[in-house]
């Protein structure tokens, strides 16, 4: 029996950040499938969002909450800056991919790629709107990377951890390759990120793998300047 569970659909960026966290760690793992809303998943999560993590008697949501277990719990090289001011910037950047990242460039991945290959009509307006925010994005996390190779210093934090998932998706689409063409720093960071060892054949790239099918329309939703 594997060290934790985690209780999640297999495709999802916030899973994939805390398996992140726990293939950095060197912690292994198992995926225990769940049916979105179901009674197993409202009893593990009252809010019905994914992962859950399963430490032997310790149940945890929230994935903030659940990649610091892992770093705290476990041996392995840390996760997070000691200093005050490194732990406040790891937290700052987690809460910006929360507030701003996941609603905006994982929505746009969804309604971009997900919602046309399953059948469902895209809504044009959040693309275009969409378009002003993922800008801003982009060009702070090309910043913040260009300083030292990493969201937070030199070295892998829960911050990348918390990034990766998005921009990996957001590089499947069009404008995702534009804005990555157009911010180096940013395209060298995913490129480094995949090329770490947490990454190569882990369970988020093949699970990422099942997502290469899925083409984006060619036609791009706004001019790729
Ligand atoms: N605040 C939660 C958010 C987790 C979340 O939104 N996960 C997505 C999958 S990436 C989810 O559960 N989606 C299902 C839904 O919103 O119905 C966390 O940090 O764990």
């Given at each position: 029996m594997a060290t934790l569970t985690f209780h999640s659909m297999a495709d999802s960026a916030y899973l994939w950040t805390a398996m992140l966290a726990a293939d950095e760690k060197g912690v292994d793992y198992d995926l225990n499938p769940?049916?979105?809303?179901?009674?197993?998943?409202?009893?593990?999560?009252?809010?019905?969002?994914?992962?859950?993590?399963?430490?032997?008697?310790?149940?945890?949501?929230?994935?903030?909450?659940?990649?610091?277990?892992?770093?705290?719990?476990?041996?392995?090289?840390?996760?997070?800056p000691a200093d005050a001011l490194g732990q406040a910037e790891v937290l700052r950047w987690i809460s910006l991919v929360n507030a701003y990242v996941f609603p905006v460039m994982n929505r746009f991945v969804k309604e971009r790629l997900v919602k046309?290959?399953?059948?469902?009509?895209?809504?044009?307006?959040?693309?275009?709107?969409?378009?002003?925010?993922?800008?801003?994005?982009?060009?702070?996390?090309?910043?913040?990377?260009?300083?030292?190779?990493?969201?937070?210093?030199?070295?892998?934090?829960?911050?990348?951890?918390?990034?990766?998932?998005?921009l990996l998706f957001f590089g499947r689409t069009p404008e995702g390759r534009a804005l990555l063409a157009a911010t180096p720093a940013a395209a060298g960071w995913l490129e480094r990120m995949t090329a770490r060892p947490?990454?190569?054949?882990?369970?988020?790239?093949?699970?990422?793998?099942?997502?290469?099918?899925l083409a984006a329309d060619p036609q791009p939703v706004w001019p790729l300047d």
């Open positions: 769940l049916v979105l809303g179901s009674d197993a998943h409202l009893r593990l999560h009252p809010f019905g969002k994914m992962p859950v993590l399963q430490h032997g008697q310790v149940v945890l949501y929230e994935t903030l909450a659940i990649a610091h277990y892992i770093d705290r719990a476990f041996d392995g090289p840390p996760l997070q046309p290959a399953w059948g469902f009509e895209t809504d044009q307006a959040f693309l275009a709107a969409a378009r002003d925010p993922l800008r801003t994005q982009m060009r702070v996390i090309g910043e913040a990377v260009a300083a030292a190779g990493h969201l937070v210093g030199d070295r892998f934090t829960l911050a990348d951890a918390f990034l990766l998932p998005h947490s990454y190569v054949d882990s369970a988020m790239a093949r699970a990422y793998g099942a997502f290469h099918s």
